[in-house]
Protein backbone atom coordinates (compact mmCIF):
# COMPACT_ATOMS: atom_id res chain seq x y z
CA UNK A 1 0.00 0.00 0.00
CA UNK A 2 1.13 3.46 -0.90
CA UNK A 3 -0.15 6.89 0.61
CA UNK A 4 0.89 10.34 -1.08
CA UNK A 5 2.28 12.68 1.34
CA UNK A 6 1.66 16.33 0.71
CA UNK A 7 4.42 17.25 -2.00
CA UNK A 8 2.87 14.74 -3.82
CA UNK A 9 5.49 11.65 -3.58
CA UNK A 10 4.84 8.03 -2.94
CA UNK A 11 5.82 6.67 0.72
CA UNK A 12 6.02 2.62 1.44
CA UNK A 13 3.35 2.40 3.95
CA UNK A 14 5.00 -1.04 4.65
CA UNK A 15 8.32 0.27 5.86
CA UNK A 16 8.12 1.43 9.72
CA UNK A 17 10.24 4.04 8.60
CA UNK A 18 11.07 6.27 5.70
CA UNK A 19 13.13 9.53 5.59
CA UNK A 20 11.62 11.58 2.43
CA UNK A 21 14.79 12.54 0.50
CA UNK A 22 12.55 15.83 -1.10
CA UNK A 23 11.98 17.02 2.59
CA UNK A 24 15.35 15.79 3.97
CA UNK A 25 18.01 19.00 4.22
CA UNK A 26 21.12 16.76 4.84
CA UNK A 27 21.58 18.14 8.46
CA UNK A 28 22.55 14.75 9.79
CA UNK A 29 20.68 15.09 13.30
CA UNK A 30 18.83 11.93 12.53
CA UNK A 31 22.19 10.05 12.49
CA UNK A 32 23.24 11.30 15.24
CA UNK A 33 20.52 10.48 17.77
CA UNK A 34 19.84 7.20 16.36
CA UNK A 35 21.12 4.74 18.91
CA UNK A 36 21.72 2.17 16.22
CA UNK A 37 23.09 4.94 13.59
CA UNK A 38 20.83 3.50 10.93
CA UNK A 39 20.24 6.55 8.67
CA UNK A 40 23.57 6.96 6.07
CA UNK A 41 23.81 9.69 3.31
CA UNK A 42 23.40 8.23 -0.19
CA UNK A 43 24.28 9.41 -3.50
CA UNK A 44 22.34 12.22 -3.25
CA UNK A 45 23.36 13.70 -0.57
CA UNK A 46 20.06 13.04 1.62
CA UNK A 47 19.58 10.66 4.51
CA UNK A 48 17.84 7.17 3.75
CA UNK A 49 17.54 3.96 6.15
CA UNK A 50 18.66 1.08 3.93
CA UNK A 51 17.75 -1.59 7.04
CA UNK A 52 14.26 -0.23 8.06
CA UNK A 53 14.18 -3.74 9.58
CA UNK A 54 16.36 -2.92 11.90
CA UNK A 55 14.56 -0.10 13.43
CA UNK A 56 13.53 -0.57 17.09
CA UNK A 57 10.56 2.41 16.68
CA UNK A 58 12.33 4.48 19.70
CA UNK A 59 11.51 7.38 17.32
CA UNK A 60 14.42 9.68 18.29
CA UNK A 61 14.71 10.60 14.84
CA UNK A 62 11.47 11.57 13.66
CA UNK A 63 11.40 13.62 16.97
CA UNK A 64 14.24 15.46 16.25
CA UNK A 65 14.45 16.30 12.85
CA UNK A 66 13.81 19.90 12.11
CA UNK A 67 12.04 19.67 9.22
CA UNK A 68 9.39 16.30 9.42
CA UNK A 69 11.02 14.63 7.33
CA UNK A 70 11.18 10.90 8.85
CA UNK A 71 7.87 9.56 9.02
CA UNK A 72 7.85 6.42 11.68
CA UNK A 73 5.07 4.00 12.53
CA UNK A 74 5.87 4.71 16.09
CA UNK A 75 5.13 2.43 18.80
CA UNK A 76 5.77 3.54 22.46
CA UNK A 77 8.53 2.86 23.67
CA UNK A 78 10.05 4.18 26.70
CA UNK A 79 10.43 7.73 25.33
CA UNK A 80 14.05 8.50 26.29
CA UNK A 81 15.13 9.67 23.13
CA UNK A 82 11.66 11.39 22.57
CA UNK A 83 14.17 15.29 22.48
CA UNK A 84 17.38 14.71 22.01
CA UNK A 85 18.18 18.41 21.99
CA UNK A 86 16.66 19.35 25.48
CA UNK A 87 18.34 16.16 27.16
CA UNK A 88 21.87 17.00 25.64
CA UNK A 89 21.55 20.76 27.47
CA UNK A 90 20.74 19.10 30.49
CA UNK A 91 23.00 16.68 30.50
CA UNK A 92 25.63 19.61 29.66
CA UNK A 93 24.34 21.23 33.24
CA UNK A 94 24.96 17.53 35.13
CA UNK A 95 20.80 17.20 34.90
CA UNK A 96 20.84 14.46 31.89
CA UNK A 97 20.97 11.08 33.43
CA UNK A 98 19.04 8.66 31.19
CA UNK A 99 18.75 6.22 34.02
CA UNK A 100 17.86 3.01 33.24
CA UNK A 101 14.81 3.32 30.74
CA UNK A 102 17.24 4.03 28.01
CA UNK A 103 16.40 1.77 24.86
CA UNK A 104 19.69 2.11 23.18
Same mark, same amino acid.
Not at 2 to 25: G, Q, V
Given at each position: ????? #????? *???? &?? *?????? =? !? *?? @?? *?? %?? +????? =? ?5 ? /? ?7 ? #???? @?? &? !??? /??? +????? #??? +??? !??? =??? %?? &? ?10 ? @???? !???
Amino acid at each position: MEITN #LINEN *IDTN &AK *IYINPS =L !C *IS @CG *IC %VE +VCPFG =LPERNSE /NKYEIPRPD #LCTE @CS &A !CSR /NCP +VEAIF #LKE +VKG !CGC =LWN %VK &ARLKSKSDGNGD @CGDN !CCG
